[in-house]
Structures are given as structure tokens and as C-alpha cells.
């Protein structure tokens, strides 16, 4: 050919060798990645297969491997389009040199007269045409070829591709070619930036496979930092094949290996034009930006198109809104950057963050305003932003925020600008290191009284933090005394903006209504964090909100178990619908959901959710909240009999309440089932220290005479047993129905013993009373209670949906819990459902109902889960209740015979 061929060219065939020569493998070290080749074949069933992606990606090694890996029934041309390449006829010549037969190449001696190029390409679609079999032509680096009149015949030649023919463009970036018409044929297949980066796996693999030995952390570091770009990973397995410190290594990875920095040097910033060379320096101080703040960096306008053109060309330009508006750089290129501006430009650095620092703080995004004051090394400025806006990320639960701020300052910059006090005593609070957080609020508190008055405003944030911080350590009487200093505080700020007030006034009922809830004054913490949640939602304080409600999922004089229940999932949904879902301000509810559910025997349910629990506290959940989590996995070990791990939350509960100053509710609950465990547990000289240890307050000692109770049974004496219980069962007015239930079925255990089973059914019955109105299953399953229940069956009782709910629980049956997925029904119920139904009144349990049908165990299960999905119950008593109303059942006690049954359609509930 005249001057030359104009591309790289060569033939895979089907014993793998080449006409043109052998083509190229991948480079040693990288993978064979099965699924990009697996991609790349069922590309291939397509006329177009277009490879769009930045420079080092692995589209050449992509192309190349998978040419070596050519079935016997595909031919594989492939040609690599020359640097700069502006001579069309050149272009096609490499072409055509690359699909000849082996058998028919063209000569190196040129003719006397170049043919014409549409001569050249006719020559093309013939030698493509004439093959027997399916022939692929790969043209590589597309990009390069700068020929407007060699990208206008490539239009006309996939347009008259023969049907034998597949062609594969690979390019940095879309070909500027006109493709509807493919499009519209659904003829064209894409593999884009996103299929070739490498998976966190494949980086693994590859570090395995080049021997290169890094921890789980620091490989995902390395992953991360390079976002899985093919070069960047082969360049640091480079570096780190044979390194003395490899984790080192990675820690400083960055734009800034020199490596990294001269591909990116020769493959990207020199090919830029110097404008838009400029652009890129100086848009590199900030991690993101749209057209306006890059115009403002630069000095100059137009650079949302130089944008958008560099992300259509995929020079490591991402644009990270659907709109296209917003954009980054790929962090390897951004730290070279950086570097490169810091080399080139140093002196215009601090004006571009501060620049960028007004621009943020403009629009509001004080985070990035900070980090950029920080960066200009304006850092009291920065600091004073901090201050001002600490207290309201206290109000929105920001803690990320907060500790985002503060990274951005050198280490002892509190010390240095006491205005970041507030922020550190805030973040620390939120770590639970309270100690800390007391100094920090001094050190604010001293600045505040030197400052300006202007400053002293802050005083209001110093006081609600201070609330929280004795209200964390369970300094529970002096979050009284510091409720009236944020009232008097409240009056003082009567020239702000309304809003302060009602914030503060929120802050204090919060952790007011808290300490009333920890302290089991539960009448007055309804209203208090009643009274705060309305206001915090008026005032669009979500955070707040949802802090009061997830303290109102506990039962009380007024609230059922079943309302606080609801209550707690209502306080988790509304978290969820604000994005709160894992913070650890929701803990209490879903702590309270738990322990309502093991009350209710709902043991699996109550796992589930105080699982949750502990995993949004983490190591973060307030005392007080600990509290409660580890008395209630201690009431789940011990229902199901797990009485060693029972001992260790107990203990846990008990270590955690000796944290607190001031008593909390469920102090006694944990001294007496404590005690009462180590009892169980042959260990009666600690079990009775554990209750001389403790002195209830008045009126709050029923579970500690309860352990009494359980100590003397345990050594054989019932009627200490009933004398320790007298005051409970026979209390005016009568004792809460938790420690009442336990109680009952302690004093039937203890007549059973005696031989009276006349009155050990009594007691039972008794229990039965009390548990009925809010389902209490769990004193039944602590208690082990089936001996006492089988007395039931030779006496009436009034309870007998929930007497057999409680022995097939104390079987190890129970009843499918009302968060479980229901099964999938029809709106009547089936025959043997009927049948099934006709049962649950009695005392029956699921496998005597078994028994009785002459079916499995698992087919009543199976049937009482469908029973309940359509009558909408979460359990036995709701079951028979809602069928009774539906006239499926009679209302009158059921005989063991279900012939009355009626088979009426359920209809929904009024």
C-alpha cells in the first residue's frame, strides 16, 4: 500500500494461529476473566458490538484474550487503528490486510496507482462475504482515527455488512458515527467502563494469582482507591511484587505514585488542549461540581461542556446525577491533579479553596464550606463556622456529620480554637465516652463566658448538651435541675427567632419524658414526650420526633402491652421513613417491640428485634437503653431454658444499671430474676447476696418477694413460699399484672407441692386471669408451668384459647408471630381449616388436635398459619374472637366436635 499500512493488523483462526502474525495476549499478571469473555460472546451474536471506556481499562487485553479463546467456528481479523491516524485509504488498507485469508494476503509491493478507498472497502465486504464460516473484524483504539470521511464510509460499511459478519469498535469513546438504524434493529450490543472494572473478587484473585499477599482490609482499600480500573490495579501490582511493606504501600497509594501519575500524564492530561488542561487543575480542589462552581474556579465560563465532553469521551470524568449536572473525578486522577496543581500552581491554591469554601457556604453545605476554610489554612474561620452550626446538628441527630467536620482539623485543634469545643463534646457524647465529653463542654463553657455576647447564645447549646451528657451517665435528678436552667435560658433568647425556643423546649422534654420513662414514672413521660413529639414535628425536627417516640413503646396503667407493641413499631416506621432506620436513637423501641413480643411468648419475633437493637446501639446505646436490651435477652434464655445464658445477661443488666446514679425501672426485675437464676443455678450464697445487695423503693418490691418465692421452692419449702406471696396476690389495689402472673403461678407450684391441687388449679386460674388481657406468656415458660396447667384440664376454665396457646408454647409449637410473612390464601376458609378452627376454643393443644383429626402435627400447623393469615389474628385468642364474629364460630364454649361450624366467607373487620 502507498506509504504504508495504516493499522496493526492480525488474523486468529482456528487453531490459534495468525495470518498477519500472532496476536497479542494478555498482559502477564492479569486475570482471564470468564465472565467478560462469556459478555463478549453473546455480544457477538449481534451485527455491533461497541467497547466504550477509559484509557487502561483492559479493553485491548479483553479483545486479544478472547481472540486467542475463538471457537473453530468463528474467524477473528483484528486491527489497531494507528496514533493520529487521518488518512482514510490507509485505514482501510490495514482492513483489508487484516480479513484476507491466510492463503491470500496482500503483497508488499505497492502498486502503481493507490486504489480508490470505495474500491478498498468493496474489497472488505467481499473478503467477509466469501468466508464460509462466521467471521468477526475487531477495530481497536478506534479513537485515534481522526478522518471524517474514513468515520462517514465506516456508517456505510456496517450498513452493508454481510450476514456472515459481526464487527466489534472498541474506543475510548463512542464512536461518532450515526447507529439508529442498528439501534432500532436491536443490532447493537454495549460493554461499557462499568462491565470491564474489576469486582472486588476479581482484585483478590488477582492479587492471589500474582503472589502477592495483603490483608482483607487493605485489598479492599486498594480496590476502592483505584474503583476497580484495570491500569491502575496492574500498575500497583507492579509496585507490590516484592515490596518490603505492602500494607504501607497501599495505605499511600494514590494519583500521586509516580507510576499512576506518568500513565495518567501521558494517556489523559497531555492529549488535553490547554484550556482544558486548566480546567482540570483547577476544578481538582473540590471532590465534586457542576458548571457554575467549575466557571468560578477557572475564572472563565464554559466548563459544564468541557465537562460533559470529557465524561462522553471517558476521561475519567463521572457525572453523578441523572440530569448530568453534578460531576467528580476518578480519585486516582483527582489526586494527580492535585499534585500536579500543588507542582504548577502552588501560590493559587488557598484562593480556590477559599473560593469553593464561599461558594459551599452560600448554598448551605457547611461540611464542605469547612473542609475547605480548613484547606485555605483559615482554620479559626473554619472553627467558628463549626461552632455556629454544631447545635443544630445535635437537633438532627448528625453525628456522622460532626465527626466528618471535625477530621478535617489537625489533631489538638480543640485545644487550639475552643469554638470547636461544642462539636468534640458532641461527638464524644455520641462515642459514650462521657468523661470526655464533660471536659469538652468546659473547655466551651469557659470560652463562652470570655467571648463576645453574641457568642454566649451558645449557651443554650452548652445546657441541652449537658442535659444529655447526666442523662447518658444516669445523673437522672440533676436532668431536673438542668430542665430548669434551659427554661430559664429559653427566656433569656426571647429576641431569637421562634424556632430556638421551641427547639430548646423540645430538648428538654426529650430528656425529661427519657428520665420519667427510666425512672418508671410512666404517666408523666407520656406526657412530656407526647407534649415534645408534636412540637418537634411542627417545628420539621424529625430526628426529635423520632427520639420522643421511641421512648413510648412501653406498657403502663394506661398503655397495654399490645399499644405499647404497636407503639415501638410505629416509632421504628417512622425512623425508616426519615432515613433513621439504623441510628441509635431507635434502639429503646426496638428494644421495647422485643420484650413486648417474649412477654407475649412470641420468643423467635423477640429475638429478631432485640438482634436489631443491638446491632443500631452497637457500642453506642445509651446505659439506660442496655439496660433494658440485656434483661430482655435474659427473659428469652431463660424461657427457653437456657439457664446459663440467662445468668449472663442478667449479670450484664445488673453490671450495666450499677453504671447509672439514679435507679432505673427495671432494677428490681433484674436483682430479682437474677437472683432467682442463681437459685436455679446452685448458687444460693450469691442468689442471696444479689437480694441483700438491693433495697427497692416502696411499692416496687413484688419481684424481689417473687425470688424470695422462687428460693424457698427451690429448698423445699411451699409455704414460706405462699407466705413470701401473700402480699402480691392479695395487694390493694392489685399488683402490676408482669410480677402478678409470675406470683400466681409461683404459689400453684408451691400447693401442688403441697398436695392441694384444688387450689394449685386456683392460682392457675388466677393466672390465667391476669395474663388474658395482655396475652403474658412468658411467666408461664419462666415458671415452667406445664405440670401446673395439666391440673387445668380436670376444672373449668374461662381461659381456654389462651391455656392451650400457652401449652403449645411450653411444647415448643408456638403460634407464628404477627410480623411473620403471612402464606399466601384465598378469602375462604378451606374445609380442613374449618375443621381445624373447630378446636381452637378448646384446651386442646396442636398435637392432641392432631391426634383428634388424624393428621400430622404439621398439617394442623400448616393449617392454624393459613387460619390466622385470613382471619387477620396474630394468635389463638384473636382467632377464635374474630371467627366467633364472623359467625364461624358459635359464641358459646365449643364442643370437641366442630359439626356447628358454618361455612361463611370471612368478611373484613369493622
Known amino acids: 500500500m502507498p506509504g504504508g499500512k495504516g493499522a496493526t493488523t492480525g488474523t486468529s483462526v482456528a487453531d490459534g494461529q495468525a495470518a498477519g502474525g500472532p496476536v497479542g495476549a494478555a498482559p502477564p499478571g492479569l486475570l482471564d476473566r470468564k465472565d467478560l469473555l462469556q459478555l463478549l460472546d453473546r455480544a457477538v451474536a449481534k451485527r455491533l458490538t461497541v467497547i466504550s471506556a477509559p484509557p487502561g481499562s483492559g479493553k485491548t487485553s479483553l479483545l486479544r484474550t478472547w481472540a486467542d479463546h475463538a471457537t473453530k467456528l468463528r474467524r477473528v481479523a483484528f486491527v489497531s487503528v494507528e496514533r493520529d491516524q487521518q488518512n482514510e485509504q490507509r485505514f482501510w488498507c490495514g482492513v483489508l490486510d487484516a480479513v484476507r485469508e491466510p492463503a491470500n494476503p496482500v503483497t508488499s509491493a505497492a502498486p502503481a496507482t493507490a486504489p480508490a478507498v470505495d474500491q478498498v472497502i468493496g474489497s472488505v465486504l467481499a473478503e467477509l462475504a466469501e468466508h464460509a464460516g462466521p467471521v468477526v473484524l475487531i477495530i481497536d483504539d478506534l479513537h485515534e482515527l ?71 482490609d487493605a485489598m479492599a482499600a486498594l480496590h476502592q482507591r483505584t474503583e476497580g480500573w484495570a491500569a491502575g490495579l496492574r500498575l500497583a501490582v507492579i509496585s507490590l511484587t516484592g515490596h518490603p511493606e505492602p500494607e504501607r504501600f497501599v495505605a499511600e497509594f494514590s494519583g500521586n505514585d509516580r507510576a499512576i501519575g506518568e500513565y495518567l500524564m501521558a494517556e489523559m492530561l497531555d492529549r488535553q488542549p490547554g484550556e482544558i488542561r486548566r480546567m482540570l487543575l483547577r476544578t481538582s480542589v473540590v471532590n465534586r461540581m457542576n458548571g457554575e462552581l467549575a466557571d468560578l474556579l477557572t475564572g472563565r465560563a464554559g466548563a459544564e461542556q468541557m465537562l460533559l465532553a470529557l465524561e462522553e469521551a471517558n476521561a475519567f470524568v463521572v457525572s453523578l446525577d441523572a ?118 463542654l468546659a473547655l466551651a463553657e469557659s470560652h463562652l463566658q470570655s467571648g463576645p455576647p453574641a457568642r454566649r447564645r451558645r449557651a443554650v447549646a452548652i445546657a441541652s448538651l449537658r442535659l444529655a451528657l447526666a442523662r447518658r451517665s444516669g445523673r437522672f435528678s440533676e436532668v431536673i435541675d438542668l430542665v430548669k436552667m434551659l427554661d430559664a435560658s429559653m427566656a433569656d433568647t426571647s429576641g431569637e427567632r421562634p424556632a430556638v425556643g421551641s427547639e430548646l423546649r423540645v430538648v428538654a422534654l426529650l430528656n425529661l419524658g427519657i428520665v420519667e420513662t427510666w425512672t418508671g414514672r410512666l404517666i408523666e413521660a407520656e406526657r412530656h414526650l407526647s407534649d415534645a413529639a408534636t412540637l ?59 420484650g413486648m413480643a417474649i412477654w407475649m411468648g412470641e420468643f423467635d419475633e ?83 447476696a444479689t437480694l441483700a445487695a438491693f433495697s427497692p423503693e416502696p411499692g416496687r418490691a413484688s419481684a424481689i418477694a417473687n425470688a424470695r418465692a422462687w428460693m424457698c421452692l427451690l429448698d423445699r419449702n411451699p409455704g414460706m413460699a405462699l407466705e413470701a406471696l401473700h402480699g402480691i396476690r392479695n395487694a390493694t389495689p392489685p399488683t402490676e399484672p408482669y410480677s402478678l402472673v409470675e406470683a400466681h403461678l409461683l404459689a400453684g407450684n408451691a400447693h401442688l407441692r403441697s398436695g392441694d391441687r384444688d387450689a394449685a388449679a386456683a392460682a392457675a386460674e388466677a393466672a390465667l386471669t391476669a395474663a388474658e388481657p395482655d396475652r403474658l406468656v412468658f411467666p408461664f415458660a419462666l415458671t415452667e408451668a406445664a405440670e401446673l396447667l395439666d391440673v387445668l384440664r380436670h376444672h373449668e376454665t374461662a381461659h381456654r384459647a389462651l391455656l392451650a396457646d400457652i401449652a403449645d408454647q411450653l411444647r415448643g409449637e408456638s403460634a407464628p408471630g404477627a410480623d411473620r410473612e403471612p402464606p399466601p390464601h384465598s378469602d375462604e376458609l378451606t374445609p380442613s381449616e374449618l375443621r381445624v378452627l373447630g378446636y381452637l376454643p378448646t ?17 394442623v400447623n400448616t393449617h392454624i398459619r393459613n387460619i390466622y393469615a385470613k382471619l387477620g389474628a396474630g394468635d389463638r385468642s384473636v382467632a377464635v374472637q374474630r371467627a366467633r364474629q364472623l359467625r364461624l364460630l358459635s359464641n358459646r364454649l365449643s364442643p370437641t366436635s366442630p359439626n356447628h361450624l358454618r361455612s361463611v366467607r370471612p368478611r373484613p373487620a369493622p
Request: proline share 4%.
Open 146 to 216: 481522526r478522518s471524517a470521511d474514513a468515520l462517514t464510509q465506516l456508517e456505510y460499511f456496517l450498513a452493508n455488512l454481510p450476514g456472515n459478519a459481526r464487527v466489534v469498535l472498541s474506543s475510548r469513546r463512542d464512536p461518532p458515527i450515526r447507529l439508529h438504524q442498528l439501534r432500532l434493529a436491536d443490532e447493537i450490543a454495549e460493554i461499557r467502563a462499568g462491565d470491564l472494572r474489576f469486582t472486588e473478587a476479581e482484585t483478590r484473585e488477582l492479587l492471589a494469582g500474582s503472589r502477592i499477599g495483603l490483608s482483607s
Open 843 to 859: 384446651n386442646l393443644t396442636r398435637a392432641e388436635i392432631a391426634h383428634e383429626l388424624h393428621v400430622s402435627i404439621h398439617t
Open 606 to 688: 423477640g429475638e429478631r428485634w432485640l438482634r436489631r437493637a443491638w446491632e443500631v446501639g452497637s457500642a453506642h446505646v445509651e446505659p439506660a437503653t442496655a439496660v433494658l436490651l440485656h434483661l430482655a435477652n435474659g427473659m428469652l434464655q431463660a424461657a427457653r431454658g437456657r439457664q446459663r445464658s440467662a445468668l449472663d445477661a442478667f449479670t450484664a443488666a445488673a453490671r450495666t444499671q450499677s453504671l447509672l446514679t439514679g435507679a432505673h425501672a427495671l432494677a428490681p426485675r433484674i436483682a430479682g430474676w437474677l437472683a432467682t437464676t442463681q437459685a436455679r443455678l446452685g448458687m444460693a450464697a450469691e442468689a442471696r
Open 323 to 440: 440530569q448530568r449536572t453534578w460531576f467528580r473525578y476518578h480519585q486516582l486522577l483527582a489526586d494527580f491533579l492535585r499534585l500536579e496543581l500543588r507542582r504548577t500552581a502552588a501560590d493559587e491554591v488557598p484562593g480556590l479553596h477559599r473560593r469553593a469554601a464561599r461558594w459551599f457556604a452560600d448554598r448551605g453545605e457547611v461540611v464542605e464550606a469547612v473542609r475547605h476554610t480548613v484547606a485555605a489554612g483559615d482554620w479559626p474561620d473554619a472553627a467558628r463556622i463549626v461552632a455556629d452550626h454544631s447545635f443544630r446538628w445535635v437537633l438532627e441527630g448528625q453525628a456522622a456529620t460532626i465527626r466528618t467536620v471535625l477530621q478535617a482539623f489537625p489533631a489538638g485543634a480543640a485545644a487550639d480554637h475552643p469554638d470547636l469545643a461544642l462539636a468534640h463534646a458532641a461527638a464524644e457524647l455520641n462515642q459514650g465516652r462521657t468523661e470526655e465529653a464533660a471536659a469538652q
Open 536 to 594: 418537634a414535628q411542627e417545628i420539621g425536627r424529625p430526628y426529635l420526633e423520632v427520639a420522643c417516640r421511641a421512648h413510648q413503646g412501653f406498657p403502663s396503667k394506661t398503655v397495654s402491652v399490645t399499644a405499647a407493641r404497636e407503639r415501638g413499631r410505629e416509632a421504628v416506621a417512622l425512623a425508616e421513613r426519615h432515613g433513621l432506620g439504623d441510628h441509635p436513637i431507635i434502639a429503646p423501641a426496638l428494644g421495647a417491640v422485643g
